[in-house]
């Protein structure tokens, strides 16, 4: 395996899915940094994502994301934390295949209601105009988009069942897969 393999973690998954919540732990226990890609764009343009996709619109995003997906490859022994649509373009897939370990935490279409219902700050579960979806419209868009991208998340080096699972369960799994994955 390629050495630069063993120094990045990438994980990927559908909006919802804990990859802000378990990366930073992943990471910590790693004894590696943790960083959220939102986040660098977010930090990068000087405004959150809902406004950078009201603005400007998904591919300008996109754009911008990969960007600074190919500059974060300088770094090493990172856990990087992807956007649910990271995975959409087929740059980033080969930047990801090419640079680290892609790990998919996948969870169902009911779970990832559950966790984003109250969200106010997903511009994909957002109307045209902007206005929050109503359930049902909310529950489609995210089957819709799910089965949409899976086939690219299945694509990851690690696929990973989160739903009723705990962090700390989740972590030690993702711990044990990527020692396994790196020594073969």
Known sequence: MNEMHKNRIYLTGFMGSGKSTIGPILAN????NFSDLDKLIEKDLGDSVTNIFAAHGELYFREKERELLHQSTTEENIVLS??????TTKQNREIIKKTGISIYLKSSPEEIFRRLKYKVDRPLLKSENGEPLSVF???NK?????HKREPTYLQADIVYQVDNISVGKTVDDLI??????LHK
């Open 29 to 32: 226990v790693l004894g590696w």
């Open 82 to 87: 992807l956007g649910g649509g990271t995975l």
């Open 137 to 139: 419209e909310t529950k």
């Open 142 to 146: 995210i089957s819709e988009l799910l």
């Open 176 to 181: 044990k897969l990527i020692e396994r994955k």
